[in-house]
């Protein structure tokens, strides 16, 4: 079984940076492909960025360019470095893993999901 505890939100003004970070546990966790996701007040969920198995990553248009994801396996840790935030990016954050590692990251129906975190833009 695969948990993942996200950590590193919080509250920030408009554009500050923030990197979260989701810790995983379990086996093989190298093979894993991992998605981050937010969830806003009234909203829909939403992906925001995956990383596969070969760190090829891909991102929602509305994040490229200021947020980037990245993994490190001797870690099992995932990240999602987040620049000039945006009170719009205000929203419980998630981290979710998927044992098909290879797939296109952004495919997948991801199968494992953290607690999630509170990001809080705000003035």
């Known amino acids: 079984q695969v948990q993942l505890v996200e950590s590193g939100g919080g509250l920030v003004q408009p554009g500050d940076s923030l990197r979260l970070s989701c810790a995983a546990s379990g086996s093989n966790l190298d093979y894993y492909a991992f998605g981050w996701f937010r969830q806003a007040p009234g909203k829909t969920r939403e992906r925001i960025a995956c990383i596969n198995n070969v760190a090829r990553t891909h991102y929602a248009e509305f994040v490229k360019g200021r947020f980037t994801t990245s993994r490190d396996d001797a870690l099992n840790t995932v990240y999602l470095q987040m620049n000039d935030l945006k009170p719009e990016d205000t929203a419980v954050y998630y981290c979710?893993?998927?044992?098909?590692?290879?797939?296109?990251?952004?495919?997948?129906?991801?199968?494992?999901w953290g607690q999630g975190i509170q990001v809080t833009v705000s003035s």
């Open positions: 979710a893993a998927d044992r098909y590692g290879s797939a296109p990251c952004a495919a997948l129906d991801y199968e494992h």
